[in-house]
């Protein structure tokens, strides 16, 4: 896909997004959910509220925008695809720094997707279907692959999973720090958005991204650099 067409389709995702959150909304206006239709009272009685009930009064103390949903949407994709790499670990000779490394990446990135398909579904946004390189979604009729920034290549997923031992440390690390950088980079232009970010569970879970990806960076280059030394020694 040309840098034009992404551009293209980026734009005609996020008019979708924006036209399925409410559809009578100026193009700048931050979004509420819509009204939800429970068949039941929520909350008083049983002392708990209904999830879209309260998903809807959490929006409407903190509105959401196409761009949120086009946040959590792409980082479904995002995690999965590092889901699986941190995966192979164990299957592809990787020391145990890197297991333990790979170990922690699953356990909180599976805990953070289920984070945020819960959001999209409270909110009746569709959840996509994330596959090893990208996320899938119906445009116009038409499924198109979203590739998100830092996510590895088909010629890199398969570099990664053809080497074994020190090598597949090597190429993790460096693969794992392009792909942590991409999610950092996604939560700096969600920010950077206007009106986007006030969702509380979108700002949380953004910017607990930021400071858990930025800080596995700096000790994946630390390893990756210590890697680097050992290859170099007599």
């Not at 699986?84 to 670990?89: D, N, P, R, S, V």
């Not at 088909?154 to 031992?165: I, W």
């Not at 596995?216 to 050992?230: G, V, Y």
Request: aromatic share 6%; glycine share 8%.
């Amino acid at each position: 896909m040309t840098p034009s067409q992404m551009r293209g389709l980026l734009a005609a995702l996020s008019a979708a997004m924006l036209g399925a959150a409410c559809s009578t909304a100026p193009h700048a206006a931050v979004q509420t959910s819509p009204q939800p239709d429970t068949g039941a009272p929520a909350g008083p009685a049983s002392g708990v509220m209904d999830p879209i009930a309260k998903a809807k009064a959490d929006s409407a103390r903190y509105p959401y925008t196409a761009a949120d949903i086009h946040f959590m949407s792409g980082m479904i994709g995002h995690h999965y695809q590092a889901i699986l790499i941190a995966g192979w670990a164990p299957t592809h000779g990787a020391s145990a720094q890197v297991r333990i490394l790979a170990e922690r990446i699953i356990n909180a990135q599976q805990d953070e997707i289920s984070i945020m398909e819960l959001w999209l579904r409270d909110r009746r946004q569709p959840v996509p279907k994330a596959s090893a390189t990208g996320m899938k979604m119906m445009m116009e009729g038409m499924e198109h692959e979203m590739v998100m920034p830092g996510m590895l290549t088909s010629d890199q997923l398969k570099q990664l999973d053809q080497a074994a031992g020190k090598e597949f440390d090597r190429l993790f690390l460096g693969f794992m720090i392009q792909h942590h950088r991409g999610a950092v980079t996604m939560v700096t232009e969600l920010f950077a958005t206007y009106g986007a970010g006030q969702d509380e569970t979108v700002f949380k879970f953004a910017s607990d991204v930021n400071v858990d990806q930025s800080t596995e960076i700096a000790r994946m280059q630390r390893m990756l650099f210590a890697l680097e030394i050992e290859k170099r020694s007599p």
